[in-house]
């Protein structure tokens, strides 16, 4: 199944197809001309899958050089941005030349940051691997790495040339991986489709939801496709995709990076910013028992024993929502609808105590 993602400067294709990965080359083919190709990747999917994406990208006249940083959510960093700036340029690539990501969003993200800044934009394709990189990393052209101060604060909007998604190398995800994907499919039926979160309802569990998979991303993907459709530079409604994560970035720095999932972090900010604006009346009754339930179901967190207010807050204010001491937080109107709302970052502490 083809899903276009239409946008005024650079629209393209999501390929959502089991087992096109070992066919990749064709597929690229359709998309570039014979070129030089940087397969991004990390040490996890390296030993899985980049040999066969490499055989399948030369043997339609591409010519590969495998890229191989660290799992995890550490190389999201300045040092493995240079060390992929440095391969590129020791294998001569130009601005003809083109980066595939081949991996989870980490790769995603490092590589489309990559492809944006060298020589000012190269060539780029997403090969997501994670159910988290297939429902919503690959799609939508945000690339970031991380700071010390806080998550995602480098980065730019690069759209992919085009994006190849095979349900069936989910099959070699271990079960962690795979929920906090889930956590993101959570998000977007909770924002935006009512009717996945009443398929979510009717699934029991991760396995069961891992052998339904294309029925599950496809709907998800296309909430994430509509939504950066109408907002791709994040001015508006695009602030809605957020949903639990001002407060899950913050999670995710003072945990210190990859210690809580990006997933796992946005599992429990989801919880904590609808219990306040449950409270608050800005949100309906019961809507944190059933974002709970749902998580829960699928083995996310919904809590979190260290969370310390002071701490979250002073990561929050670096968060790029923030403008002229305010912030806008993502809240739900009700399951399925989310609302962009206000406040100002120093109520954020006593907003956090008492939730
Ligand atoms: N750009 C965006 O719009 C966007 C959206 C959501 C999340 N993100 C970012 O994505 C990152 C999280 O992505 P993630 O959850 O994919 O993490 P990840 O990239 O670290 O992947 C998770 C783990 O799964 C392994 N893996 C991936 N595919 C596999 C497969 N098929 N079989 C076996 N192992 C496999 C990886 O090696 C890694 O160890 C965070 O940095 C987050 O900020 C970005
Ligand atoms: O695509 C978006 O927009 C999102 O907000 C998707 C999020 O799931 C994702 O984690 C994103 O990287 C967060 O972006 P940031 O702008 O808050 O850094
Ligand atoms: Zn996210």
């Known amino acids: 199944m083809i899903i276009t993602v239409n946008l005024k400067d650079h629209s393209y294709p999501i390929n959502v197809q089991r087992n096109s990965l070992k066919q990749s080359g064709v597929w690229v083919k359709s998309i570039w001309a014979k070129q030089k190709v940087a397969l991004v990747t990390d040490n996890t999917v390296n030993q899985i899958y980049a040999q066969q994406v490499k055989e399948s990208l030369d043997s339609n006249g591409f010519q590969t050089t495998v890229m191989v940083i660290p799992s995890g959510e ?18 001569h690539f130009t601005k003809n030349d083109g980066v595939i990501a081949l991996g989870g969003g980490v790769v995603g993200d490092l590589a489309g940051f990559v492809a944006a800044t060298y020589m000012r934009g190269i060539h ?7 159910l988290l990189a297939q429902v919503d990393s690959s799609i939508g052209g945000k690339t970031a790495i991380n700071m010390t101060a806080a998550k995602n604060l480098i980065g730019t909007f690069y759209q992919p040339d085009g994006v190849l998604i095979d349900p069936a190398v989910l099959d070699t995800l271990p079960q962690r991986r795979l929920r906090e994907g889930v956590a993101e499919i ?19 569990n991760s396995t069961e939801l891992k052998q339904r998979a294309e029925e599950i991303i496809i709907p998800a993907l296309k909430v994430k496709q509509q939504v950066v459709e109408k907002d791709e530079f994040d001015q508006n409604q695009r602030l809605i995709l957020n949903f639990g994560h001002t407060i899950g970035h913050a999670i995710e720095k003072t945990a210190g990076y990859g210690t809580i999932s990006h997933g796992e972090s946005v599992a429990i900010g989801m919880i904590k910013i609808t219990q306040q604006a449950e ?32 701490q979250i807050k002073e990561t929050i204010n670096h968060d790029k929502k923030v403008r002229e001491g305010q912030l806008n937080i993502i809240l739900l109107e009700k399951i399925g609808q989310a609302k962009i709302v206000p406040i100002y970052i120093d109520t954020i502490e006593d907003y956090l105590q008492s939730s």
Not at 186 to 204: G, N
Not at 288 to 309: A, R, V
Request: aromatic share 10%.
């Open 74 to 91: 550490t190389s999201k960093s300045l040092e493995m941005t240079d060390f992929l700036y440095r391969k590129l340029a020791q294998n």
């Open 124 to 130: 780029f394709l997403q090969f997501p691997t994670s």
């Open 186 to 204: 959570v998000k977007a039926a909770a924002i935006a489709d009512v009717d996945l979160w009443q398929l979510l309802e009717r699934i029991r």
């Open 279 to 310: 409270k608050m009346g800005l949100t309906p009754k019961y809507t944190t028992q059933k974002l709970q339930h749902m998580l829960s179901k699928f083995d996310l967190p919904t809590t979190l024993t260290d969370f310390n207010p002071r």
